[in-house]
């Protein structure tokens, strides 16, 4: 069920076929694909006995259809399929996996103790995008202050284009002693990727408040497609468009020399104990491949504890040796393989995802001009998609921009990691298992928006964060909204400017126990609980922008402190059962039973942590969907608005009543009272569901091997085969996006004393008063599948 009504998509889709010839294909019933044609070539081949060569080529053509983004840092953002938003199907796009790889290897034996491995490899990847519409300018509509429905042409899949090739070189040399084992290594990469990313709408983005207005705005443009004027106020205007002078895409173009070294020491004190110690270095140098912007360059921004500071809008960071020493041992403690104790310690040093870096690339604010106006009737809508773009460009700084720079300090993530487990045979042939990991950022990440000002003032009342109420332009000598944004003058505009660095505050946790038996007669058992915790300042994304959004926070965004992360694991158990009996020689019978007990994931992003957050920008600090909810003690703490919605006045004691209501039923919420929600502090109900397989094999002797035929049987989801309430998940009620941020207050503004004032959201013309419900996916039913296979020896 969802609040979006058939009626409303289907008259919306008619008006845009008949009076724009633009199809948005269907809202319901969307094939979902994700084909794949896999090939593979492997060739060995003994020089001698002491030398052996081998070569594998892997090769995959695919894609993966993918829903619309709800990134706010397109538009205002949007949500997920849910009770409360809807979208059609060429609002979505195709996510290419395309992949070359070969890999050459050369192993020698030299002498009776020594050995040499050599790997040569050459990797290249298409993850370009493909959409299923055509060019359209994108248009959110908003319903009661939460998205509810887009079209056009998703706001990041123009020109998309991610293709990158990797070569690798590696050489290990092994020295055996009695007790020693002796490995000294060295790694070489060199990788370059195009990339080709509009950090949204180069075809032009709207937002409104309502379907009505959209459609008033529309059909103002039939009246008079030269107008000036929208006869409704857009909750956002944004677009982007090419700065270089005959480049019509803004291509990135990204090099990147990685290697290492590195020594390590199997050392076997005993027959029982091993101990093992290592180091290694990684090196790594990116070639300066960024657009400079020299009016940038000389802007005065601000650090995230208050300092002015300038950026260097081409410079990528600077060369760093970063080390990491591990030690590590794995110990028979009576040496009778009853109770193995293994464990270790250490610094493991990780390659970013480069597009970390590439944002930098595509955002000096040279490549990309970007113009993007909150509550405006300046740009009313266009079909065409290049209606407000500038009729030309000089390869110079653009007047409107965003910016992406990285500290030049910035370090490649290490993380310290220490775990240790047991292992230990109990009676009846049990096998137990028990394991702690622990690990702590050595250098994490994190975002600043450097173009953000300090806070000018608090609510008033017990929900007192800080928030941006506006300089006057004037007394800066600036012009526009001086609200959030420190450079915002005339013809060199800084829409934000976020800074990657690094941070080391986020941690994790994670414990595991489990139980197994493996029987002479084909029976194996085994069963297991875990439970963990992480927490992080940020959960990176693609984007610098989308990342900085996902910093919910009730303070200040540039001042973040770590807290859950969205994916922080939580509880999970499961039990596994399986036998098989080969009978005769003519064939085997296989019985295989799933069950497992673990959080629901709360959008089409896998992850069970949730945020309560307002659905707007509650703080005026630029950003949509970022602020946490407080959660009142009591009624008197409550002040909502009083609003009309689907023909319905909802007062504001009805709201207060409901909210109250919701809180009470929340377990989370009801333990915040009188304090701000966390980010992901709240996570989603356990969900249970159990897999049967069935498996039956036939064997055949030709030419004196065996053969087999295999007919299989899957029934997942089999608890609802028996009762249809098993296996069945929940899911949000109110708004959700992919960022897993549930709006469940709405319209946040101020009143006349400074006290936050806010609506509660409604769904289906109800005012929400419980958190989840029964959800209606094919996985919440069971399914049957039958599959044949035949095995060639």
């Known amino acids: 069920m969802t609040r979006v009504l058939e009626s409303d998509l289907t008259a919306l889709s008619s008006f845009l076929r008949s009076t724009f010839n633009y ?108 959409s299923r519409g055509s060019l359209f300018p994108l248009v959110d509509i908003f319903e009661g202050g939460t998205a509810y429905t887009t079209f056009g042409f998703e706001p990041f899949t123009f020109q998309n284009e991610l293709r990158y090739s990797t ?11 009695t007790r020693h084992t002796l490995t000294f290594g060295a790694y070489a990469e060199k990788f370059h990727s195009d990339n080709v990313f509009w950090s949204c709408c180069p075809q032009s983005g709207y937002s409104y408040n309502s379907l009505a207005d959209f459609l008033a705005d529309a059909n103002g443009y039939l009246a008079s497609p030269n107008r000036t004027m929208s006869p409704v106020t857009l909750g956002q205007f944004h677009i982007r468009w090419s700065n270089i002078p005959g480049l019509d895409k803004p291509l990135q173009p990204r090099d990147v ?128 998609p290049d209606a407000y ?8 700084g653009a007047a409107s921009y965003l910016l992406n720079v990285t500290d030049p300090d910035f370090k490649f993530p290490q993380v310290w990691r220490s775990n240790i487990a047991v292992d230990r045979r109990l ?47 004037a007394a800066r000598g600036q012009a526009g909204g001086c609200v959030n944004r420190i450079n915002n003058d005339p013809g060199n505009q800084v829409t934000a400017n976020y800074v990657l660095k690094n941070g080391n505050n986020g941690s994790s946790w994670n414990f595991a126990q489990s139980l197994s038996k493996t029987t002479a007669f084909g029976l194996s058992v085994r069963g297991a609980y875990s439970y963990g915790v992480s927490k992080t300042i940020v959960d990176p994304e693609s984007t610098a922008a989308t ?59 896998p992850s069970s942590r949730i945020s309560y957050v307002f659905a707007g920008d509650m703080n005026n600090d630029g950003v949509s969907t970022n602020d946490l909810i407080y959660v009142p003690r009591d009624a008197s703490e ?21 909210f109250e209501q919701f809180i009470q039923q929340d377990p989370y ?48 989801n089999v608890g609802n085969l028996l009762n249809s309430k098993w296996g069945v998940g929940r899911q949000v009620v109110a708004s959700v996006n992919t960022n897993n941020q549930v709006q469940v207050l709405t319209n946040p503004g101020a009143d006349a004393q400074g006290r936050a004032t806010y609506r509660l959201s409604v769904v289906n013309n109800q005012l929400v008063t419980r958190s989840f419900q029964s959800s209606a996916f094919t996985s919440d039913v069971y399914q049957f599948m039958i599959s044949l296979r035949y095995s060639f020896n």
């Not at 773009?389 to 110079?396: E, F, N």
Request: with cysteine; aromatic share 14%; proline share 5%.
């Open 23 to 130: 199809e948005t294909g269907p809202f319901e019933n969307i094939d979902d694909e994700t084909p794949a044609k896999r090939f593979l070539i492997r060739s060995d081949y003994n020089i001698n006995n002491a030398n052996k060569v081998s070569f594998r080529y892997n090769q995959l053509d695919s894609f993966t259809d993918t829903f619309i983004s709800s990134s706010t840092s397109a538009l205002r953002g949007r949500g997920s399929a849910s009770t409360t938003f809807l979208s059609f199907q060429n609002s979505t796009y195709q996510v290419l996996e395309d992949i070359r790889s070969g890999i050459g290897e050369w192993n020698a034996v030299i002498g009776s103790t020594m050995a040499n491995s050599f790997q040569s490899g050459y990797t290249y990847q298409d993850e370009s995008r493909a």
């Open 427 to 473: 009676p009846w042939g049990l096998v137990s298992t028990t394991e702690y990991l622990y690990a702590k950022d050595v250098n994490g990440i994190y975002y600043i928006n450097a173009n953000l000002p300090a806070p000018q003032a608090s609510f008033a009342g017990q929900d007192s964060r800080p928030r941006w109420v506006g300089v006057p332009c």
């Open 547 to 605: 990342s900085y959004q996902r910093m919910a926070t009730s303070g200040n965004t540039n001042d973040p402190v770590a807290t859950h992360s969205l994916w922080s694991p939580g509880h999970r158990v499961f039990a596994l059962v399986n036998y098989r009996r080969e009978y005769f020689s003519f064939g085997a019978t296989s019985i295989s039973f799933f069950w497992e007990a673990r959080h629901n994931q709360a959008s089409s992003t």
């Open 167 to 177: 070569f690798q070189l590696q050489d290990n040399f092994t020295k055996f002693t």
């Open 257 to 384: 020399w990685y290697s290492a070294g590195y020594a390590r020491d199997e050392w076997r004190p005993g027959r029982n104990l091993t101990v093992t110690g290592g180091l290694r270095f990684d090196v790594s140098a990116f070639k300066n491949t960024a657009f400079e912007n020299p009016a940038a360059d000389a802007l005065t921004f601000r650090d995230e504890r208050g300092n002015p500071v300038q950026y260097d809008t081409g410079r990528m960071p600077d060369t760093k040796v970063l080390w990491s020493p591990r030690v590590g041992l794995n110990w028979d403690v009576a040496g009778d393989q009853m109770t193995q104790v293994r464990g270790g310690t250490g610094v493991f040093s990780g390659r970013p995802a480069y597009v970390w870096i590439s944002n930098q690339l595509g955002n000096t604010g040279v490549p990309i001009g970007e113009r993007r106006v909150d509550n405006t009737t300046a740009f009313p809508f266009n079909p065409n």
């Open 669 to 716: 919420l009801r333990k915040r009272r009188g304090q701000y929600a966390e980010r992901y502090g709240a996570v989603m109900p356990m969900l249970r569901r159990a897999d049967l397989s069935i498996v039956q094999d036939v064997f055949r002797n030709l030419r004196g091997k065996r053969n087999a035929f295999q007919i299989r049987a899957d029934i997942l």
């Open 389 to 396: 773009k500038p009729t030309s460009v000089t390869g110079g």
């Open 638 to 658: 409550m002040n909502f608005v009083t609003f009309t919605a689907g023909g319905r006045t909802f007062t504001a004691a009805e709201q207060a009543a409901a």
